[in-house]
Nanobody, 123 residues
Framework: QVQLVESGGARVQPGGSLRLSCKGSGLTLEYYAIGWFRQALGKSREFVAAITQNEQTFCMDSVKGRATISRDNEKNRVFLQINNLKPGDTASYFC?????????????????WGQGTQVSVYS
């Protein structure tokens, strides 16, 4: 059974940092481009960052300079580190896997999705 499981979400104060983890089960993540998306309450899901199989990365402008996406193939995990968190970062964060060999922001390019982890940023 193919599963992506996110963890690491929490409630943090503005300016804090979080490291989200995406673990693959039944799926070897090193063979997939992995994307992180987020969905705030009442809003559409949006792309955050992605990493290719050869570790090329791409982040959306709102997190650029604050977010780092990385992978640990031995642990079959992909991480999203976000620093200087802002209230606007509050959302459920999802990881997704794509068989394409480039970073893509399109949800339809990712056939495998996790269930999400909640990040809440407020004082």
């Amino acid at each position: 059974q193919v599963q992506l499981v996110e963890s690491g979400g929490a409630r943090v104060q503005p300016g804090g940092s979080l490291r989200l983890s995406c673990k693959g089960s039944g799926l070897t993540l090193e063979y997939y481009a992995i994307g992180w998306f987020r969905q705030a309450l009442g809003k559409s899901r949006e792309f955050v960052a992605a990493i290719t199989q050869n570790e090329q990365t791409f982040c959306m402008d709102s997190v650029k300079g604050r977010a780092t996406i990385s992978r640990d193939n031995e642990k079959n995990r992909v991480f999203l580190q976000i620093n200087n968190l802002k209230p606007g970062d509050t959302a459920s964060y999802f990881c997704a896997a794509s068989g394409l060999f480039y970073t893509t922001t399109a949800e339809n390019d990712y056939p495998y999705w996790g269930q999400g982890t909640q990040v809440s940023v407020y004082s």
